[in-house]
């Protein structure tokens, strides 16, 4: 299903004032819609959920959630329907922000529950009620991290990029992209995880998804936390975009890119270090916030 529709990526490489060599791998271009990683957590989900003869996607987000647009856009695409379970009952009576407004307009029911229940949404009973309640549905977690997202993100890396690069670096929400790029990476590659959230659990979180130790998640880049920002950050953005031609969002790939440019200017990586950091989309999100 999904390889049909994936657009040719091209990966450039930045000039930088370094002996660090910089290229990024514009995920953002392989779908307008199914956009960045979430192409690669949804593709073999679908698959399963086709082969499984389910006609119905549930799956959870917030409201400004890249993989609940991915979802309800994919849904719409291949032919089913679809439910997005959102966190937050008082957006129930707003208006619908662009990201849930596109979800909408691709035929996703959208259920809005309190944050209390939203913590439910990994429990056994819970996700029982639900298939009851959506009959032949197949559920997709919160963000899409499961086994077949992290077999569909270990896709990402091309056999050049194993054999070219030496440090791999993502944005990482739940952890799912960067275990993917972690399976798929070589022994003497290091993958670097730049943290959306505040706090150091998703390297506990990621170290229960592997066995391999080739890995590292920094949360000094979120800015205080999951889609907090500061105006260093929007001027840091703003120039990036300006110099390279290279559109970035201030949830995941402008925090992690900044990183990056803060880890080179203190002599972080190695003389000669060959980077590829990851684009991994967002973009949608970027008009929505
Ligand atoms: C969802 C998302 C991430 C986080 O991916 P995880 O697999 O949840 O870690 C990173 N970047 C962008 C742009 C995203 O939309």
């Given amino acids: 299903m999904f390889n049909t529709i994936a657009h ?15 290229t990024i791998k514009r995920l953002d271009q392989i779908h307008p819609q199914i956009s ?5 957590k949804l593709k073999y989900n679908f698959l399963a959920a086709k082969q499984h003869a389910k006609n119905t996607l549930i799956t959870f987000g917030g409201a400004y959630s890249n993989h609940i647009a991915a979802t ?10 679809s439910v997005g379970i959102i966190r937050g009952e ?9 990201t849930l407004a596109t979800a909408q307009q691709f035929g996703m029911q959208l259920n809005f529950i309190s944050r209390e229940q939203y ?6 009973e819970y996700l029982a009620e639900l298939e009851t309640h959506y009959p032949n549905s197949y559920i997709i977690p919160e963000g899409g991290t499961n086994q077949l997202a992290i077999q569909g993100c ?16 993502c944005a990482v929400g739940t952890g799912g992209t960067i275990t993917g790029l972690i399976e798929a990476s070589t022994a003497h590659q290091h993958i670097l995880g730049f943290s959306a959230l505040k706090g150091t659990f998703l390297n506990d979180v990621v170290a229960q998804l592997t066995s391999k130790k080739n890995w590292k998640i920094l949360d000094n880049y979120c800015f205080g936390g999951y889609a907090k920002t500061t105006p260093e950050l929007f001027e840091f953005i703003e ?26 200017s ?22 929505a916030l």
């Fill in 8 to 22: 040719t990526l091209s990966d450039q490489t930045l000039s930088l004032d370094s002996s660090i060599q910089l």
């Fill in 36 to 40: 960045g990683n979430k192409f690669f």
């Fill in 72 to 81: 309800a856009y994919a849904a719409h695409r291949f032919g089913f329907q």
């Fill in 90 to 98: 008082e957006l129930a009576k707003k208006p619908l922000n662009p």
């Fill in 119 to 124: 913590r439910l949404k990994n429990q056994r």
């Fill in 154 to 169: 270990s896709e990402i890396l091309t056999p050049y990029d194993r054999e070219n690069y030496d440090v791999i670096c």
């Fill in 239 to 264: 120039s990036f975009e300006k110099k390279y031609q290279i559109p970035l969002e201030q949830v995941y790939t402008g925090k992690m890119l900044f990183g990056i440019f803060d880890l080179i």
């Fill in 266 to 287: 203190k002599g972080y990586f190695s003389e000669n270090t060959r980077i590829l950091a990851i684009h991994s989309g967002g973009l949608q999100g970027k008009a």
